[in-house]
């Protein structure tokens, strides 16, 4: 029950270091936006030595002292694999400073990027995963609920603090372990999320050279309507196309969804502010309007396939290049909206108006507006089944 790890980052605390990390951790999702997104089929996440080292730096701990300090230790000296690693303990140090879920979300992307490199090591061939995903995989499996290698993180981490998918015994042993940062309860806290995100990886990576193998066997890996798993007629896929719209049409929540939020890292009062400014606003209808017309872009480039729409949905959303003229005017109306809000707010509360002080930070805004919309419509598709 000792603290010796508590108190080693204690010792090497540097001056506003968990808001440096954060500022960090921002930037690398920002920067990798797509594979975020993505992080299955094209887009991968890679967390270098480059980005370890910029998120390390801020602890203030060198890597010869941490070594020193681990080999030491009656338990890290064992592992130093996975609750060895300084970055893994030092964000989880950092979760138990401030509370801020993020530092777990960004730990379980850390080892999602690591583990996916092993496991995929020559990389994967996009049909096949799809077809992995679409015939192989369950309604259960986060890869086929959400196709965003963040979504599923975060899912993950939620599954674990909730203790959502584990026994009674196991829900108790994690709460106590994130109530408490004694060095017992840090290493457990790592593990847990580690060999999480290493099973759903695990269990991914089976199916998928499965079918790789079976492709080169000459067994035709078909992903259409037409495999006999999960068959769905043209006229079944019209009919749950017409009822996702109808969703969409009678969706009334006054509130955003905070996992959404937090997956765009839309934080600030300001933003958060912004994003309901637009998507709440009854008479501008901009939520109805703009999830249409992604439904619609995609159905007339992709087809209606009802499983696709489903896989393929946020990617392909977010990498169209729409020309429709009604896009165009929607994006001039939310951006007109944004800065409107930001102004008024600004005047009114004095806050440091960020990056929506200029032109392009504005213009940024616009598109998490716009990748909550399509977030948010994947996740209406999820009722459907």
């Not at 694999?81 to 992307?109: C, P, Q």
């Not at 709460?175 to 290493?187: G, Q, V």
């Not at 196309?241 to 600030?268: A, F, M, Q, V």
């Amino acid at each position: 029950m000792g603290y010796d790890i508590k108190q080693l980052f204690d010792d090497h605390h540097i001056d506003k270091r968990d808001q440096k990390v954060l500022d960090q951790i921002t930037n690398y999702l920002s920067n990798n936006h797509d594979a975020m997104l993505d992080g299955i089929y094209k887009k991968f996440v890679v967390f270098g030595t480059t980005n370890e080292n910029r998120i390390t730096n801020l602890y203030n701990i060198t890597t010869s002292e941490w070594n020193k300090f681990k080999s030491k230790h009656k338990t890290l000296h064992k592992d130093f694999k996975v609750s060895g690693s300084l970055l893994r303990m030092a964000l989880a140090n950092s979760y138990y400073t401030t509370g801020e879920r993020l530092f777990l979300d960004f730990m379980a992307i850390t080892v999602y990027g690591s583990r996916w490199s092993v496991y995929f090591r020559h990389g994967v061939k996009e049909h096949v995963m799809k077809y992995v995903i679409d015939k192989k995989l369950n309604m259960k499996s986060y890869f086929k609920k959400y196709g965003s290698s963040y979504v599923v993180v975060q899912n993950v981490i939620s599954s674990l603090v909730n203790g959502d998918d584990g026994t009674a015994v196991e829900k108790k042993k994690i709460s106590k372990a994130m109530s408490d940062d004694t060095d017992d309860n840090m290493i457990y806290l790592v593990n847990s999320i580690y060999t999480r995100i290493n099973s759903i990886l695990n269990v991914l990576a089976t199916h998928y050279y499965e079918a790789e193998k079976d492709e080169k066997n000459g067994y035709v890996l078909n992903v259409s309507d037409e495999a006999e798993e999960g068959k769905l007629s043209l006229s079944n896929n019209s009919l749950r196309i017409t009822n996702l719209k109808s969703l969409i049409d009678n969706y009334t929540s006054k509130t955003l969804d905070d996992n959404i939020l937090k997956t765009l890292r839309i934080e600030s009062s300001l933003k958060r502010g912004c994003v309901n400014n637009v998507l709440c606003d009854v008479k501008a209808n901009i939520f109805k309007r703009y999830a249409n017309i992604y439904i619609d872009y995609y159905i007339k480039i992709n087809g209606n396939d009802w499983n696709s729409l489903k896989r393929n949905f946020i990617t392909k959303s977010n990498s169209a290049r729409m020309k429709e003229i009604e896009a165009k005017r929607l994006d001039d109306e939310i951006t007109k909206m944004i800065r409107q809000y930001a102004k008024q707010y600004i005047k009114l509360s004095n806050v440091d108006p960020e990056d929506l002080k200029t032109s392009n930070g504005i213009v940024k805004m616009t598109r998490k507006v716009k990748d909550y919309i399509i977030i948010k419509v994947r996740y209406l598709m999820n009722q459907l089944d």
